[in-house]
């Protein structure tokens, strides 16, 4: 059974372009979450979505950034016009249904704004 | 509201040694309660995790940690360091009325042979 899959493992965008992050969850996972690590920092929850549905967005800056999770296919992490505080590990991390709290998780984007 | 402490940012260790790496919470009612281990350059692995009941619980790689509710504490404990443990380790908090985890900063362990 693969675990949490995300792609890019590692991603460079110019300041003003767009970040594109994927996750793909665990199988039979139907919970997805985002999280974001700065340098020496612990992760920090940005949003927590389920199939076509943001449950919880309350981590997420209010402007640039946006996360999806289509009926078919990853959830998407977007970030437009990045600056060089989104230099970051993002991370995504999965639950089975009935059990939010037991979230595992991917080996991170780690994004670089140059 | 819900919050994470982990007093140690660095601790060292010579291999054999036993740990103990010190998590303490801030939460209203009963948390739920989870150490994960990431080692450089990777993601997070869960180590063990606390809902209810027995309040020492085991995990994996011969890491326990005990729940205790007085000290509002959640410590995490190896009786013997293998170097392959040096990574960082994060102690979290879920709560029922919420599906998102709260970390702590996280404490860097380096074994030493």
């Known amino acids: 059974n693969a675990g949490v899959m995300q792609n890019p493992r590692h991603l460079v965008r110019r300041r003003g372009q767009e970040a594109r992050l994927r996750c793909s969850p665990m199988?039979?996972?139907?919970?997805v979450y985002w999280y974001r690590q700065l340098p020496e920092e612990g992760l920090k929850f940005m949003v927590y979505l389920q199939k076509e549905n943001i449950i919880d967005e309350s981590g997420m800056p209010k402007e640039r950034f946006s996360a999806e999770f289509p009926k078919e296919g990853p959830s998407i992490l977007r970030i437009q016009q990045v600056v060089r505080g989104d230099s970051a590990a993002y991370f995504c991390?999965?639950?089975?249904?009935?059990?939010?709290?037991?979230?595992?998780f991917g080996p991170g984007t780690r994004l670089t704004v140059t | 509201a819900q919050s994470v402490t982990q007093p140690d940012i660095h601790i060292t260790v010579s291999e054999g040694a036993s740990l103990e790496l010190r998590c303490n919470y801030s939460?209203?009612?009963?948390?739920?309660l989870f150490w994960y281990v990431q080692s450089p350059g990777q993601g997070l692995q869960l180590l063990l995790k606390y809902f209810s009941g027995d309040t020492l619980v085991q995990g994996i790689k011969g890491f326990e940690a005990e729940f205790k509710r007085s000290q509002s504490s959640f410590n995490l404990r190896k009786p013997s360091v293998h170097w392959s443990d040096a990574a960082e380790y994060f102690c979290?908090?879920?709560?029922?009325?919420?599906?998102?985890?709260?970390f702590g900063t996280g404490t860097r362990l380096q074994v030493f042979p």
């Open positions: 991390a999965s639950s089975p249904p009935y059990y939010p709290h037991e979230q595992y």
């Open positions: 199988k039979g996972h139907s919970h």
């Open positions: 979290a908090v879920g709560a029922v009325n919420t599906d998102k985890l709260i």
């Open positions: 939460y209203g009612a009963t948390p739920y």
